[in-house]
């Protein structure tokens, strides 16, 4: 069984401040998706990393898959209110793997 | 774009009761999926239709039943609801299975089960 953390479980800010969730497991993907929840709705894909190092940016948001393909991250620069759900990593390797999640809260 | 829809939103149970959790999605995607999302234990796969007539167990089964109507319909059965299984159900879909190497997963507004 393929597991993977995330951290934190829990991250409130305010307006303006950066952050970063990571997601850590001890086996390798063939590739790492991150999804953003909100309240009532289902996750919604953010972005599909595939190569170990590859660094994908959407706008604010960075997201790094690492070089050897057990763990990612997601960094958010100056975080807005519109940012506040529920990030879940997904990782991709003969079976589907969710992290348990990180409830960000952008306080304005 | 309904995209995938699921039916009912929300329903509450007595423990032994059996119900039916109904999901469609429109977008002609092959594989389809049922996950159980639990505070503080993200989504958990129950089970998963590869293609129209196919059927595996996830990682969480017990206490489901599946069908896989048609390429469009996939539902999940409860045939004695216990406590245990009261949480949030979601319904995905995607083009292929997710486990190729980009597959996204398209998924439902989710229903909200309790069992008493």
């Known amino acids: 069984t393929q597991l993977l953390e995330q951290s934190p479980q829990f991250l409130s800010i305010q307006e303006g401040e950066n952050l970063t969730v990571y997601c850590n497991s001890s086996s390798v993907f063939s590739s790492l998706q991150w999804y953003r929840q909100e309240p009532g709705e289902g996750p919604v894909l953010l972005v599909t990393?595939?190569?170990?190092?590859e660094v994908k940016k959407l706008k604010r948001l960075t997201f790094q898959f690492g070089d050897a393909r057990k763990d990612s991250s997601l960094h958010i620069t100056a975080a807005q209110t519109g940012d506040t759900g529920l990030y879940l990593c997904l990782g991709v390797h003969r079976q589907l793997t969710f992290g348990s999640g990180t409830q960000l809260t952008v306080l304005p | 774009n309904a995209g995938v829809t699921q039916t009912p939103k929300f329903q509450v149970l007595k423990t032994g009761q059996s119900m039916t959790l109904q999901c469609a999605q429109d977008m002609n995607h092959n594989s389809m999926y049922w996950y159980r999302q639990d505070p503080g234990m993200g989504l958990r796969l129950i089970y998963y239709?590869?293609?129209?007539?196919?059927?595996d167990k996830g990682e969480v089964p017990n206490g489901y039943n599946v069908s896989r109507l048609n390429k469009r319909e996939f539902s999940l059965r409860l045939e004695s609801a216990a406590p245990s299984q009261t949480s949030v159900y979601f319904c995905?879909?995607?083009?292929?299975?997710?486990?190729?190497?980009?597959?996204?997963?398209?998924f439902g507004e989710g229903s909200r089960l309790t069992v008493l």
């Open positions: 239709s590869a293609s129209e007539g196919t059927t």
């Open positions: 995905a879909s995607s083009e292929v299975l997710a486990t190729a190497l980009t597959g996204e997963l398209f």
């Open positions: 990393v595939v190569t170990g190092g």
